[in-house]
């Protein structure tokens, strides 16, 4: 049995920046496709932020993140990183990490984080 496990999230001001870690033990996280979902307060689904290939030649944005938000991974680390600048109080939620085989932003993804909460106000 493998776990996820998130870390960096936070209270930050608008504008600000956080990067979140996702950290798999139990398994080797390089040939899956990661990712990360955000469920916001008092909403029971979780939308797609990013997701990245394996090798990383694979890269996908929900649009409300593109330019904003930066996916990464460290396979040598077993670690997947999501670097969150000029954050907006409508970020504010859990964020979870996901690993599955096929790179797209719904909730088909079979392994799951616990979450980690990030909270973006004055």
């Known amino acids: 049995q493998w776990q996820l496990v998130e870390s960096g999230g936070g209270l930050v001001q608008p504008g600000g920046s956080l990067r979140l870690s996702c950290t798999a033990s139990?398994?080797?996280?390089?040939?899956?496709?990661v990712g990360w979902f955000h469920q916001a307060p008092g909403k029971q689904e979780r939308e797609g932020v990013s997701?990245?290939?394996?090798?990383?030649?694979?890269?996908r944005y929900t649009p409300s993140v593109k330019g904003r938000f930066t996916i990464s991974r460290d396979n040598a680390k077993n670690t997947v990183y999501l670097e969150m600048n000029s954050l907006k109080p409508e970020d504010t939620g859990v964020y979870y990490c996901?690993?599955?085989?096929?790179?797209?932003?719904?909730?088909?993804?079979?392994?799951w984080g616990r979450g980690t909460q990030v909270t973006v106000s004055s």
């Open positions: 996901v690993a599955g085989r096929v790179c797209v932003l719904d909730s088909g993804y079979d392994d």
């Open positions: 139990g398994r080797t996280l390089e040939s899956y496709v």
């Open positions: 997701c990245m290939s394996g090798d990383g030649g694979i890269v």
